[in-house]
Nanobody
Framework: EVQLVESGGGLVQAGGSLRLSCAAS????????IGWFRQAPGKEREGVSCISSSDGSTYYADSVKGRFTISSDNAKNTVYLQMNSLKPEDTAVYYCAAEVLVPVGRCRATMILVDYWGQGTQVTVSS
């Protein structure tokens, strides 16, 4: 059974930083990609960033480019989202998600198509 467990959310002032973690387990596939999505109150869920296991390719939404960095520690089966220069508009529930059996380089240009979701972690940025 695939499980994705997020951690690292919290309350931070504008301009501050947070690092989210997504611990993945139950994968039996060689090629997969992990992504981060977020959903603010009253808004649709949006893709933020993803990383492919096959080639390490990454994707970022325009709204977070230059501020957020996604990375992975394969030994720990964990993906991180380092969020710097946070803004109040980054406030949302952040979800980790996974797509399995992906083509090589899934995250070179697009977000993942989700097969599995985590439970979400709240990020609140105060002004």
């Amino acid at each position: 059974e695939v499980q994705l467990v997020e951690s690292g959310g919290g309350l931070v002032q504008a301009g501050g930083s947070l690092r989210l973690s997504c611990a993945a387990s139950g994968f039996t596939f060689d090629d997969y990609a992990i992504g981060w999505f977020r959903q603010a109150p009253g808004k649709e869920r949006e893709g933020v960033s993803c990383i492919s296991s096959s080639d390490g390719s990454t994707y970022y939404a325009d709204s977070v480019k230059g501020r957020f960095t996604i990375s992975s520690d394969n030994a720990k089966n964990t993906v991180y989202l380092q969020m710097n220069s946070l803004k109040p508009e980054d406030t949302a529930v952040y979800y980790c998600a996974a797509e399995v059996l992906v083509p090589v380089g899934r995250c070179r240009a697009t977000m993942i198509l989700v097969d599995y979701w985590g439970q979400g972690t709240q990020v609140t940025v105060s002004s």
